[in-house]
């Protein structure tokens, strides 16, 4: 007699539930449930069911024949007009033609008489019927935007318009719309053709239209785009310069997603968007590095790495509680905690939707996760001959092989978990039963089966787990539904803890729980060994988002569990890389139709147009074709199932005549969508068009639903069927990718324009569909309650109940215009704070798009801003404008600025203020004179400029050794003659040096002075025919009055309007502040105030090169303003007024260019401010005071390594000579390295002032996507502070040296160490009126 596989029943060693019932009577429950023994049913019904399939099989074989007899006759033109009736069904939606040739078959030449008949009668109908819905269309507000410029035009209109909203009818729209000539239909041609380009396919497609005096030609579709093999596209991509420039992975995901104006996006600093890997494994059939760039860039929708905030969760660094967020684990630990769990019993959106609420909650209690046996998922059938019995989690979800995520969350298999926890002293022990049962279990827990008879029921190890486990009690399934709720004081002190929450908190938890039972997460099930979760039975199931069953009284948390979801819960990089094919595929087949290719001119001959010279894409690279998911097969929901034709009504005014729809569908017949395809002009497409280019048949079918996901998520507008969970991913997907919500929609007219409303979870089903909380603002800290886009108008356009007017195209457009204008106006750069494209400032004119840094407040807080324009390099033979930070003229408010702090006596003399240069390099010496600018400014002084002389490291010209500021300093521009009193010394002394001036000068010296004040040396260079400074020094101190101050010397120099005019200070708080930060270095500066006796003397004489004087510091540490509106005004004087030469900028600019130019033949892009591209270095070697920071090159590369993208070019800074060998690590580690001197020739090095060098080399260095310089190096601080005032973010700024690496990434105040380094003081919000927030940083 065999054994029994009946396990023996031991209750005492069941646990307690956490209600306190023990679990082992749901155990009984289950026995009887899932294994009772049923009855043998009568003879008759076992007869029954046996011959019942057999006549269903008989009955289906003759009606596909007879079905086939009847339509497979036809024309050679069917294919043409979609009107084949031949189809075949993959996996996934795909629909592929596959008639067999009608000559070959059955019913003779009368049938295909009849058919040739039929077919040309309904051809003249349907063209007829498509011209008719083109013109309806077009009447009941269709497409009128045009392309992707135009759309940049309408955000510059509604930019200026007061109010910034209403609608522009005017001729952008029309004009494009005439451009859109009515197309043809799909266009399929079953004949091979050879490979060709844009034009020459125009030209072969111009042969079935009718061509009139200027008339523009449209392709009707483009029959070969999807028939490429993928080497071809790739070939026409790069070889026509069309393939779309990647995106920055400094661009982090969500950096660019939907969010308030008002909320900071910190989980993101720090991060990188993800990157994706196209399979190797076919040599043949290899994708290009540049497009693998692009499509990874184009579809990573998740940070890898994670931002910084994430990566430190958990730890004691994180400011998170760590009740919910356990700390990460090293790479061998593991948790002897587990929780166990049963798939959902649906299709796969089911399975993902559980799963997440799993993998939270795994992460949440601290558990290593285990994965339920492999098995058979529903609706996911493999391929034929497929010998892997079923499938796992991991086989779609890159799990396991994600390193960061097993640190977080350990996941392992059943088979494994038994392996570690099934002896006698383990959690779920085996001992307890017959070795029979015993090896049973272990098979199940590597295959199992969802049939009651199976030799391997998967129930019976689910059992297993939960005879020792702890069942959870929360369910989102009807009438059972919980919401699961996380507070730290409930979980830490009790249930009683929950009556006393912030009545704010309970006013959320009861908003999103409406009428479901909340359970808090308490200490019973934290401490329980196993948790176990039966998803499968429907008491505990758990179909709803993780998002909207899962809910957390700390905001921090809840966004950093959707931001974990969002990051590691993503396909596998095969299922990307399908998709990207088919997505370029689609929008180069949209370059192809959308171009007017061919015209004919007033002779009548035909002639070829200039292409676009790019897709039609946004910043994000969506666009290029629009999409649909028509849900057809077992979905229940009658009431959203209707025919194509309906669709097309339901939808018509969103799609653009001519373009390319993309529909994922699993419906099989070809022939349902043909009332769609007559109606719409442009092709549509299906997944199985591409299965040659996709290589489809070389992947897993089961993967084939998420690649249809991942195109349909792409498309510029997407139309969805309702109640879906497949369309309602999509939609997510589409949040995740920063997808405006007014170009997303449902296909039932009732939920039609649901996305375009913000809708709390619960405001329909909690499953059917996406809420926009799973991806607006999670990569902030605060609830959110809205997204930034403006409200539709429902009295002017349809709502949900009431249709109305339709939405057309162009309402979308207007509508994402203006969130692209707030997001302008009010957000941060990108990478800096999430919200909004940068398209807006793109395309925004460039006197408009002002030098304002990262100002991060609205453009009604920045009023210094008005009236400004953008800055320009002047004499320059290339256009290198985008190099200009400054703005140029200033605003209209710093135009008319008025010092409090200037002698205000009318008829009095003028005042001067005279000083000498510091005497280290150029970089201290700029650091002195800006403080001497804005003091002679203050003051309102004239400032006198030093004679020219002899400089330190500045003496490259064997013409000339001597130099004034003025050959380094623009001072030849209008703004700056207009705004800067200044003389020469020379002029100075003749003026006020003569008998009747104010500071006479000696008959007997004046030609000596006058000598020196052109040109003098100090005394060790005055042999070599310089006139000694020391004349004029003697000279300036006779009249002058030097005061008492330093910026060397632990003090700070205050200017506060009461202490100047009452001599009592208005703010001494936040002087004493300023000048004793706590925290800071800066302990006793001693406070200077500006007062009237200061300004008495008409001649002020700063000796910024003397020490007891020296000016040695950045001008933002030394002075201060307790009016910040004024102190802010002087930054700005600084940005705006006193930046180098334009021919060094123009030098610089060519440099960029070359740099950049390579750099996209390499696939890397450019940002939207003309930057990146390469990166860049400051090493410095030579005369380094500092030897701690002159590290080796291994070191350099060592500690600066994760900072650069692999094969990038680096461009770098340095003095140090031997530049071959030194480098040599950075080249070995695959980088193109360049320096000043590869662009001798190029720049015109040669040609200009040998000692511009270095501001060139600053320039440069300064636009690289990354730069790594050189602590204590005033030369890399400068780089740095211009890379601020470009609006780049900190956190691509590093030192080489690994103490100090990440010394930007974090707001820091000024301390005594001021000029080792460059402070966000100097650039941020500087064109506000208030101090800057240092929490922004």
């Known amino acids: 007699m065999a054994p029994s596989l009946t396990p023996p029943v031991t209750p005492s060693s069941f646990p307690r539930s956490p209600t306190g019932t023990p679990s082992g009577s749901h155990r009984k429950h289950m026995s009887l449930g899932r294994r009772a023994e049923q009855q043998r049913p009568p003879v008759i019904f076992r007869v029954l069911s046996t011959l019942l399939p057999i006549i269903a099989a008989l009955l289906l074989v003759t009606t596909v024949y007879l079905f086939h007899l009847h339509h497979a006759h036809h024309s050679l033109e069917d294919g043409e007009y979609g009107l084949d009736f031949g189809w075949h069904y993959a996996p996934g939606g795909g629909v592929a033609n596959h008639s067999s040739s009608h000559h070959s078959s059955p019913g003779g030449s009368a049938l295909r008489h009849k058919m040739d008949l039929a077919h040309f009668l309904l051809k003249k109908y349907n063209d007829a019927r498509a011209e008719d819905g083109r013109k309806e269309a077009m009447e009941n507000g269709g497409w009128r935007g045009g392309s992707e410029a135009n759309f940049i035009k309408l955000v510059e209109k509604i930019s200026h318009k007061d109010g910034g909203g209403k609608k522009d009818d005017g001729d952008d729209g029309a004009e494009a719309a005439s451009q859109h000539t009515a197309g043809g239909d799909d266009g399929d041609d079953e004949e091979e053709e050879e490979e060709l380009d844009g034009n020459e396919m125009a030209l072969k497609a111009s042969n079935n239209n009718h061509v009139g005096k200027d008339t523009i030609i449209r392709k009707k579709g483009d029959p070969s785009v999807h028939k490429m093999s993928w080497q071809q596209l790739q070939r026409n991509l790069i070889d026509k310069d069309l393939l779309p420039h990647p995106i920055p992975s400094s661009h982090a995901a969500g950096a660019s997603r939907a969010c308030p104006p008002t909320s900071l996006a910190p989980a993101i600093e720090g991060a990188s968007r993800g990157t994706i890997t196209c399979p190797s494994s076919d040599a043949s059939n290899p994708t290009d590095p540049r497009v693998e760039r692009v499509l990874s860039s184009m579809l990573a929708f998740w940070n890898e790495p994670r931002g910084v905030r994430d990566r430190d969760a958990g730890t004691p660094k994180s400011q998170m509680g760590r009740e919910f967020v356990p700390p990460p684990l090293d790479a061998k630990e593991h948790r002897r905690r587990y929780l166990t769990f049963e798939p959902d019993t649906g299709g796969w959106n089911n399975l993902r939707m559980s799963v997440e609420n799993i993998l939270t909650l795994a992460a949440v209690s601290g558990r290593t996760l ?32 994600n390193a960061e995520l097993m640190r977080r969350v350990p996941i392992i298999s059943s088979e494994e978990f038994l392996k570690r926890e099934g002896g006698v002293d383990g959690l779920v022990p085996l001992d307890g039963y017959n070795a029979t049962y015993r090896e049973h279990l272990l098979s199940v827990s590597k295959n199992c089966e969802e049939r009651k008879k199976s030799d391997i029921y998967c129930e019976d190890l689910y059992d297993h787990f939960l005879a020792h486990g702890q069942l959870s009690p929360v369910s989102a399934e009807y009438p059972n539904e919980n919401c699961f709720l996380f507070d730290a004081d409930v979980f830490n002190h009790g249930e009683e803890y929950k009556y006393k929450l912030d009545p704010k908190i309970k006013e959320r938890v009861s908003k999103f729980c409406q009428k479901r039972s909340p359970i808090f997460y308490n200490r019973t099930m934290h401490e329980a060994p196993l948790w176990h979760f039966e998803t499968m039975d429907f008491r505990y199931r758990l179909l ?32 990307f890389c399908a998709a990207g094919k088919i997505v370029l595929a689609l929008q180069y087949e949209d370059y192809l139709l959308q171009n007017p290719v061919l015209s004919s001119n007033d002779d009548g001959k035909k002639s070829l147009q200039s292409p676009k010279p790019s897709f039609d894409l946004d910043s994000e690279l969506m666009g290029g074709y629009s999409s649909l998911h028509i849900r057809r097969g077992d979905l229940q929901f009658k009431e959203v199932k209707f025919d194509s034709l309906t669709w097309y009504q339901n939808t018509k005014e969103i799609w653009k005549p001519n373009e390319v729809l993309y529909i994922a569908t699993d419906e099989r017949n070809q022939t349902f969508f043909d009332d769609f395809r007559n ?216 135009s008319t600025f008025v010092t409090p702090f200037g002698d205000n006596q009318q008829g009095s003399k003028p005042k001067y ?44 010209d064997g013409a000339k050794k001597h130099r004034g500021l003025d050959e380094f300093f623009d001072m030849d521009g209008d703004d700056y003659k207009k705004r800067v009193k200044y003389i020469t010394m020379e002029k100075f002394i003749q003026t006020e040096g003569h008998p009747g001036g104010q500071f006479p000068v000696p008959a007997d010296k004046m030609d000596d002075i006058l000598r020196a004040s052109k040109v003098c040396a100090p005394g060790r260079l005055v042999g070599e025919g310089f006139a000694p400074c020391d004349i004029i020094h003697e000279y300036l101190v006779e009249y002058a009055h030097t005061p008492n101050i330093t910026a060397a010397h632990h003090q ?3 200017f506060d309007k009461g202490m100047y005019i009452h001599g009592i200070p208005d703010d001494i708080n936040a002087a004493q502040k300023f000048c004793n930060e706590e925290g800071s270095d800066m302990k006793e500066r001693k406070m200077v105030f500006v007062t009237k006796s200061m300004q008495r003397p008409s001649l002020l004489y700063v000796q910024g090169g003397k020490p007891p004087t020296r000016m040695l510091a950045h001008f933002y540490g030394y002075l201060h303003f307790t009016d910040s509106a004024v102190g802010n005004y002087y930054k700005r004087y600084v940005r705006d007024l006193l930046h180098v030469r334009h021919e060094i900028f123009c030098a610089a600019g060519k440099i960029v260019k070359a740099l950049q130019d390579a750099a996209k033949k390499e696939g890397f892009s450019i940002d939207s401010e003309g930057g990146g591209g390469y990166s860049s270095l400051h090493v410095r070697r030579g005369d380094f005071q500092y030897k701690k920071m002159r590290i080796p090159a291994e070191t350099w590369y060592e500690n600066t390594e994760n900072v650069w993208l692999k094969n990038e070019i680096l461009y770098i800074a340095t003095d140090e000579s031997d530049k071959e060998g030194f ?113 922004v940083f």
């Open 370 to 401: 285990v994965l339920p046996p492999t098995q058979v998922i529903y609706l996911l059938d493999a391929k034929k001959g497929d010998k892997k019995k079923g499938r796992n989690y991991d086989d779609f979800f890159n799990l396991t092989e």
């Open 544 to 575: 709803v988002h993780s998002y909207a069953f899962i809910f957390f009284t700390d905001p921090r948390v809840g966004n950093y569990y959707k931001r974990f979801v969002r990051d590691f819960l993503r396909y596998h990089d095969d299922v």
């Open 679 to 894: 109606q719409h002009s442009g092709p549509l497409r299906f997944f199985d068009d591409y299965r040659q280019l996709a290589g489809l048949d070389d992947l897993d079918p089961t993967l084939y639903g998420m690649i249809d996901t991942v195109v349909a998520s792409r498309g510029t507008v997407f139309a969805g069927t309702w109640f879906s969970t497949f369309s309602g991913y999509i939609i997510r997907l589409r949040g995740y990718y920063g997808v405006s919500k007014y170009y997303s929609y449902y296909s039932w007219l009732d939920r039609k324009y649901f996305m375009h409303h913000w809708t709390e979870v619960g405001g329909g089903s909690w499953y059917a569909r996406e809420y926009p909380v799973a991806w607006t603002s999670i990569d902030g800290e605060n609830f959110v309650d809205s997204d930034n886009e403006a409200d539709r108008d429902d009295n002017d356009a349809g709502d949900d109940n009431q249709p109305g007017k339709l939405f057309s195209r162009e309402d979308m457009d207007v509508m994402k215009a203006k969130a692209m204008v707030v997001n302008a106006n009010s957000v941060h750069k990108r990478g800096v704070i999430g919200g909004g494209e940068d398209i807006s400032l793109a395309g925004l004119r460039d006197d408009e798009h002002l030098g304002r840094g990262i100002a991060g407040r609205p453009m009604n807080s920045t009023p210094a801003l008005i009236g400004a324009k953008r800055g320009h390099i002047k004499r320059c033979d290339v256009n290198v404008d985008t190099l200009a930070y400054w703005n140029e003229p200033q605003g209209a408010r710093d």
């Open 913 to 956: 203020l005279v000083f000498t240069a510091d005497k280290g390099g150029f970089n201290n010496v700029r650091m002195s004179f800006e403080i001497i600018f804005i003091i002679a400014a203050a003051l309102d002084r004239i400032l006198v400029l030093p004679p020219e002389q002899p400089m330190y490291l500045l003496r490259n």
């Open 1052 to 1054: 700070c120099l205050v």
């Open 1223 to 1335: 480098f040599e690590p950075f080249r070995r580690a695959g980088h193109n390295l360049y320096f000043l001197n590869d662009f001798r020739e190029q720049a015109g090095l040669d040609t200009i002032d040998p000692n511009w060098m270095g501001m060139i080399d600053v320039i440069v260095a300064s636009r690289g996507r990354a730069f790594a310089g050189t602590f204590r190096s005033t030369f890399s601080g400068y780089i740095n502070r211009l890379r601020g005032y470009y609006g780049m973010s900190m956190k691509n700024s590093w030192f080489g040296q690994y103490k100090e690496r990440r010394m930007m990434h974090e707001w820091r105040n000024v301390n005594l160490d001021t000029y080792a380094r460059e402070w966000p003081d100097a650039w941020m919000g500087i064109d506000a009126d208030v101090p800057p927030a240092e929490d």
